[in-house]
Structures are given as C-alpha cells and as structure tokens.
C-alpha cells in the first residue's frame, strides 16, 4: 500500500522560510517523480513543484520559481520542499504525491500524481 506522510508545516511570518518533508513507502521503483500541490481555501488546487528522481529534472509553477527548492533522498524515499521569501498567498495545504511514470513535467503538475498524501498546513501571516 503506497503511503505518503507530509510534515513541517506550520505557521511563519512573511519573508520567512520553512522546510516540508515528505515520507513515501509502499512501492518498489526507483526511478519515479514527486511532486508538491497545494490548495488555499476556496481555489482550486495549484501544481507546485516536481523532481524526477531517474534523471533530477525539476519544474516549478510560476508562482514559487525562484523562491522554492524541492528534493529528494532517494535512499529514504524522502522529498523536500524548501519554502523562502514566504508570503500570506503561500497560505494552503501542502501535498505531497508520487507519479510512477518518473516523469516531471508541467503535465506532471496537472496530472496531480498517482498517489498523495494528507497534506501539511502552512499558514503565512504577521
């Protein structure tokens, strides 16, 4: 059973930084692609971010370019988000999920992979 635990959210002001993990177990290949989404009260939800770990290819929404990092501990089937410059629009749920097509790609970021986990609430206020 796939199974994807995030953790690290929580609450910071503007300008702030905060690091998301995210756990994934229950499958067997290597070679998959991760991704982040994240949904704000109201909208719908918005592709942050994936990384490919067969060839380390990343993309990013416009929305975070420039301010987000993601990565992976492939060994612990662990991937990372790294928020900096946060602002109160950052505001969502965060979700991790896994694509087993080990494809990232903006589609990946429509697609909203094959399995995904509860999320972590991040909230960005002064």
């Known amino acids: 059973q796939v199974q994807l635990v995030e953790s690290g959210g929580g609450s910071v002001q503007p300008g702030g930084s905060m690091r998301l993990s995210c756990a994934a177990s229950?499958?067997?290949?290597?070679?998959?692609?991760y991704a982040w989404f994240r949904q704000a009260p109201g909208k719908e939800m918005e592709g942050v971010s994936c990384?490919?770990?067969?060839?380390?290819?990343?993309y990013y929404g416009d929305s975070v370019k420039g301010r987000f990092t993601i990565s992976t501990d492939n060994a612990k089937k662990t991937v990372y988000l790294q928020m900096n410059n946060l602002k109160p629009e950052d505001t969502a749920r965060y979700y991790c999920?896994?694509?087993?097509?080990?494809?990232?790609?903006?589609?990946?970021?429509?697609?909203?992979?094959?399995?995904r986990g509860r999320g972590t609430q991040v909230t960005v206020s002064s």
């Open positions: 229950g499958f067997t290949s290597d070679d998959v692609a």
């Open positions: 990384i490919s770990t067969s060839d380390d290819s990343t």
């Open positions: 999920a896994v694509d087993l097509s080990d494809l990232c790609t903006a589609v990946t970021l429509v697609r909203g992979g094959d399995y």
